[in-house]
């Protein structure tokens, strides 16, 4: 250990010596080392450490075979010894060591992942590593991945993502926030969580920012590879996956042919929907490349990242639908269902993930960069859907409808990334860095094609189909493209005088952002008559438009939802760093944000709010107080405010067709503002352990929560995004503690979370004399996407002697609120999920080693509950959606993902 700080000397050599014959072992992550079966006889014992004088030599003697001898070996740091020393040098940036030291030296609260963690990680992309850190769960796709990060109970919405510390746009068609899932989490050097912000930071995070710190140039050459393949459990001969070849149109026929063409039937293709290529188990595969080094003397420094991931996924998905109002029988808002989806989604997601960073040092004050970021996504979904209105589906002798529909999409989302940065040393206390950005965040999805067919089914005794009747056959093709812009200028100065013997940081800086974001939609309708059976093939059916003119990209019925925003954001702030006493440092400051956006939709001029400027200004203070109770326990304690913007999408008047619900804009949002406290106890013995307890509180204001109401009548209802009138409150307590005995360790965080705000319910009742009562009431509940209780346990087995690295890591995500409801006691709720998966590293020769990867052991379910009593189902209800488990709740959904195993090799030089 340390001479002077007892820290674990983690990776030092200690040798053992016997009659000439040398062994040497590497030291624990705990700082323990061992030699077993010694032979007895004369011993030495030595110690090498880079940075250290070497140690005094330790002899002794072994006289039996089963005697212990325990040497302890105090360092020495090598500078303690010279008069002046000049150290250069690079430590292990990926390693726990280094981000430990980064999370200690902060001046902020944050988590930090580093790249070695990441890479033992059972998880190929950064939104499913998210939900390993203290107090992040994450909000899954279809397929079961992770997408959207939601930071102590604040959901996506509330939290930002910067790479580098640069803020990139998102390609998300209506939100600012970017799904995480795009970035394969092998490209970057450490994955931080940012739970405080300084002045020094944009202030629009209330929930928290994800910095992703990508690899950058190293002091010597390196090199690195890996490859890798697999599959899902979930696909079998009985149980394909469900593969589209056919190219989908890039453009519509408005985009080719202009708007006022009108397009016939023949304009478009339905090989997405009629391929034959179904895969009984589809073969996964990863790959990855880093390669780097410096030339000039040193002055140059070059790195190249690239990754490459083709992943099968899918689920199996039940659901039953409530009617659009609840009756008032037997229970006061009873809810009636009135369809039963049964869905099989197959997902195939392929990933390019690119980087590379040049840095040249001009001289010992001056110091440029480039570093640049390319990102594509391409995820092709087949969903299948049978929809049984009156949930007969094992009816015998009665006619019902049944819903049959196929819906093939494919989604490409593209994020670049160029940045030019540069540091200067204006004098012996002057310095200032900048920082030149251009980004730019794409997402089209071009011709979604979903076919459906109604029909009258009569089944007989045996459930088999004696008659059938063709209500109606619907065809649409569906173009979506987004794209948002950002140029940016980063400047910062800072100062650094002595005040009265006393280092003092002033800095002030800021930014200019300048936005352009379009977004443009375009729907045909088809339908194919109820004259025609469908047998599996579209050309027996007489599709056309009804009427002719929705052939016209000008009737689009989408207009509404193409819109031009441009945002103009700047901020500034002065920041000041101190030491106030000998043992604790005050960090603070003020940072004004200054937003000023204008939008303009291409809906008819009758619509009011077809365009709109929206400005505002909000003034952010924070402290930060961080105390040193000993030279490796720290207390912090912080205070800031921040604010979370709207969604550009949620504040033009657009309409778009969900899966359940439409969802409608709202150009009268407010932007969120919120209060922020936190404190923390830190505890770092050494190594990778550590030990964080805190607690933190959140007071928001105008909070943004999504409802569904009326849309022109009670049969009729939208999802809305509205202010609840309601502050909101948010408070909770952390705790992480990572410990490793030897070679054996354990990794366990805990984060209770509470969250309540008060909205105004609709309430249908019954009366013995009045009959059906509407009322309303005030209902208490968390916030949409809040858990309770979140936590993540590990055990690891790292072994340098064996060369085998292991984990088995468990994740837990309580009951949170999934969606809120119009009418009182009938949200929909997430039931408590867990995860277990495994995860290792074995070395097979000197810098070869193979790895796997398995996610979902168990088989973990993600399940829908409205909190009312089942009773009210039916036998049938109760059959198709499976076993109720608990007694007063119904279960609504259930969607099932199975095992997913990778496994593959890696070099690295």
Same mark, same amino acid.
């Given at each position: 250990?340390?001479?002077?700080?007892?820290?674990?000397?983690?990776?030092?050599?200690?040798?053992?010596?016997?009659?000439?014959?040398?062994?040497?072992?590497?030291?624990?992550?705990?700082?323990?080392?061992?030699?077993?079966?010694?032979?007895?006889?004369?011993?030495?014992?030595?110690?090498? *450490?880079?940075?250290?004088?070497?140690?005094?030599?330790?002899?002794?003697?072994?006289?039996?075979?089963?005697?212990?001898?325990? %040497?302890?070996?105090?360092?020495?740091?090598?500078?303690?010894?010279?008069?002046?020393?000049?150290?250069?040098? !690079?430590?292990?940036?990926?390693?726990?060591?280094?981000?430990?030291?980064?999370?200690?030296?902060?001046?902020?609260?944050?988590?930090? =992942?580093?790249? @070695?963690?990441?890479?033992?990680?059972?998880?190929?992309?950064?939104?499913?590593?998210?939900?390993?850190?203290?107090?992040? /769960?994450?909000?899954?796709?279809?397929?079961?991945?992770?997408?959207?990060?939601? %930071?102590?109970?604040?959901?996506?919405?509330?939290?930002?993502?910067?790479?580098?510390?640069?803020?990139?746009?998102?390609?998300?068609?209506?939100?600012?926030?970017?799904?995480?899932?795009?970035?394969?989490?092998?490209?970057?050097?450490?994955?931080?969580?940012?739970?405080? $912000?300084?002045?020094?930071?944009?202030?629009?995070? +209330?929930?928290?920012?994800?910095?992703?710190?990508?690899?950058?140039?190293?002091?010597?050459?390196?090199?690195?590879?890996?490859?890798?393949?697999?599959?899902?459990? =979930?696909?079998?001969?009985?149980?394909?996956?469900?593969?589209? /070849?056919?190219?989908?149109?890039?453009?519509?026929?408005?985009?080719?042919?202009?708007?006022?063409?009108?397009?016939? *039937?023949?304009?478009?293709?339905?090989?997405? $929907?009629?391929?034959?290529?179904?895969?009984?188990?589809?073969?996964?595969?990863?790959?990855?490349?880093?390669?780097?080094?410096?030339?000039?003397?040193?002055?140059?420094?070059? +790195?190249?990242?690239?990754?490459?991931?083709?992943?099968?996924?899918?689920?199996?998905?039940?659901?039953?639908?409530?009617?659009?109002?609840?009756?008032? +029988?037997?229970?006061?808002?009873?809810?009636?269902?009135?369809?039963?989806?049964?869905?099989? *989604?197959?997902?195939?997601?392929?990933?390019?993930?690119?980087?590379?960073?040049?840095?040249?040092?001009? @001289?010992?004050?001056?110091?440029?960069?480039?570093?640049? =970021?390319?990102?594509?996504?391409?995820?092709?979904?087949?969903?299948?859907?049978?929809?049984? =209105?009156? $949930?007969?589906?094992?009816?015998?002798?009665?006619?019902?409808? %049944?819903?049959?529909? @196929?819906?093939?999409? $494919?989604?490409?989302?593209? +994020?670049?990334?160029?940045?030019?940065? &540069?540091?200067? %040393?204006?004098?012996?206390?002057?310095?200032?860095?900048?920082?030149?950005?251009?980004?730019?965040?794409?997402?089209?999805?071009?011709?979604?094609? !979903?076919?459906?067919?109604?029909?009258?089914? /009569?089944?007989?005794?045996?459930?088999?189909?004696?008659?059938?009747?063709?209500?109606?056959?619907?065809? /649409?093709?569906?173009? !979506?493209?987004?794209?948002?812009?950002?140029?940016?200028?980063?400047?910062?100065?800072?100062?650094?005088?002595?005040?009265? &013997?006393?280092?003092? !940081?002033?800095s002030t800086g800021g930014l200019y952002r300048h936005k352009i974001r379009d977004a443009d939609y375009i729907t045909y309708s088809l339908s194919g008559g109820k004259s025609t059976l469908f047998n599996n093939n579209f050309n027996d059916i007489p599709f056309a438009f009804n009427p002719v003119t929705d052939g016209i990209g000008s009737n689009n019925t989408d207009l509404q939802n193409n819109y031009h925003v441009t945002e103009n954001d700047n901020s500034e702030y002065f920041q000041v760093k101190f030491d106030l006493f000998p043992k604790l440092q005050v960090l603070g400051g003020v940072r004004v944000e200054n937003t000023d956006m204008s939008y303009a939709t291409q809906s008819p001029e009758t619509v009011t709010e077809r365009s709109g400027t929206i400005k505002y200004t909000d003034v952010l203070p924070s402290v930060h107080l961080k105390y040193e109770l000993t030279n490796n326990q720290t207390i912090r304690a912080s205070y800031f405010a921040a604010i979370s913007r709207p969604g550009f999408g949620e504040m033009v008047p657009y309409k778009i067709s969900g899966e359940y619900y439409d969802q409608v804009g709202n150009p009268y949002l407010k932007h969120i503002t919120a209060d922020n406290y936190d404190l923390r106890y830190e505890f770092y013995p050494g190594g990778a352990d550590q030990l964080l307890v805190g607690t933190f509180y959140k007071k928001i204001y105008n909070p943004i929560e999504y409802f569904v109401v009326r849309d022109g009548g009670p049969s009729s209802q939208v999802i809305k995004p509205q202010n609840d009138p309601g502050n909101a409150t948010n408070y909770g307590f952390e705790a992480l503690a990572t410990k490793f005995f030897g070679i054996i360790g354990f990794s366990v965080n805990y984060t209770y979370t509470h969250s309540r705000i008060t909205t105004n319910k609709l309430l249908y009742s019954n009366d013995a004399t009045l009959g059906l009562q509407q009322t309303n009431v005030n209902e208490t509940r968390p916030l949409q996407g809040q858990a309770d209780h979140v936590g993540n346990a590990s055990v690891l087995f790292k072994s340098a002697k064996l060369g085998l690295d292991m984990q088995l890591a468990f994740v837990y995500t309580g009951e949170r609120l999934a969606q809120v409801s119009p009418y009182y006691n009938l949200d929909f709720y997430q039931h408590a999920y867990n995860q277990l998966d495994f995860s290792f590293e074995k070395t097979i020769v000197k810098r070869l080693s193979f790895y796997g990867k398995i996610n979902n052991i168990t088989n973990a379910a993600s399940k829908i509950y409205l909190k009312f009593p089942h009773g009210s189902l039916d036998a049938k209800q109760q059959e198709f959606i499976g076993k109720q488990d608990i007694a007063a709740q119904t279960l609504v959904q259930s969607d099932y993902y199975k095992t997913l195993f990778l496994g593959g090799f890696r070099y690295k030089f």
């Open positions: 250990m340390d001479h002077k700080t007892g820290e674990a000397l983690t990776g030092a050599t200690v040798t053992l010596t016997q009659n000439g014959v040398n062994r040497a072992v590497a030291v624990n992550l705990n700082g323990s080392y061992s030699f077993k079966n010694v032979r007895t006889g004369a011993y030495q014992i030595h110690v090498n *450490y880079i940075g250290y004088s070497p140690s005094q030599i330790y002899t002794g003697t072994i006289t039996g075979a089963d005697e212990i001898k325990i %040497i302890n070996v105090d360092l020495s740091d090598a500078s303690q010894q010279m008069v002046e020393v000049q150290v250069k040098g !690079e430590g292990n940036k990926e390693s726990d060591r280094s981000v430990r030291g980064i999370e200690k030296n902060a001046p902020m609260v944050l988590n930090i =992942l580093s790249a @070695n963690t990441i890479q033992l990680l059972p998880d190929v992309t950064v939104a499913n590593a998210l939900q390993r850190v203290s107090g992040v /769960t994450i909000q899954r796709s279809a397929s079961g991945e992770g997408r959207y990060a939601i %930071i102590r109970g604040m959901d996506q919405r509330y939290n930002s993502t910067l790479v580098n510390g640069i803020k990139i746009p998102s390609p998300d068609p209506q939100y600012r926030f970017v799904p995480m899932d795009i970035f394969p989490s092998e490209m970057l050097e450490r994955l931080e969580v940012i739970k405080a $912000l300084t002045p020094s930071m944009e202030g629009d995070a +209330i929930g928290g920012v994800m910095n992703l710190v990508m690899k950058s140039a190293p002091n010597h050459f390196v090199l690195s590879a890996n490859v890798s393949g697999g599959f899902s459990t =979930l696909f079998s001969k009985s149980r394909p996956f469900v593969d589209f /070849t056919g190219s989908p149109n890039s453009k519509s026929p408005a985009a080719i042919n202009g708007n006022s063409y009108q397009a016939t *039937y023949a304009d478009f293709n339905n090989k997405a $929907l009629t391929s034959d290529k179904n895969m009984s188990t589809p073969f996964s595969s990863t790959a990855g490349l880093t390669i780097g080094d410096r030339f000039l003397n040193n002055k140059l420094g070059v +790195i190249v990242s690239a990754s490459y991931q083709n992943i099968y996924r899918g689920s199996d998905s039940k659901q039953l639908t409530p009617n659009a109002q609840p009756s008032a +029988i037997p229970l006061p808002n009873s809810p009636q269902f009135s369809d039963a989806y049964d869905r099989t *989604y197959s997902t195939q997601t392929q990933r390019v993930g690119i980087h590379n960073k040049i840095d040249y040092v001009i @001289n010992d004050k001056n110091k440029l960069s480039l570093y640049n =970021l390319y990102i594509h996504q391409s995820e092709f979904e087949s969903r299948y859907t049978a929809d049984t =209105l009156g $949930l007969g589906l094992n009816s015998t002798g009665l006619s019902k409808q %049944i819903t049959l529909s @196929n819906r093939s999409t $494919l989604t490409q989302q593209n +994020i670049y990334n160029s940045t030019l940065h &540069g540091d200067h %040393i204006l004098g012996n206390e002057w310095r200032f860095n900048w920082d030149g950005v251009y980004s730019v965040s794409t997402r089209h999805m071009p011709d979604r094609t !979903e076919f459906s067919y109604d029909a009258n089914k /009569t089944l007989n005794n045996s459930g088999a189909v004696t008659a059938e009747v063709d209500n109606n056959t619907a065809l /649409t093709h569906h173009w !979506e493209n987004n794209r948002d812009r950002d140029i940016s200028g980063y400047a910062n100065l800072i100062y650094t005088p002595k005040i009265a &013997g006393k280092d003092v !940081e002033f």
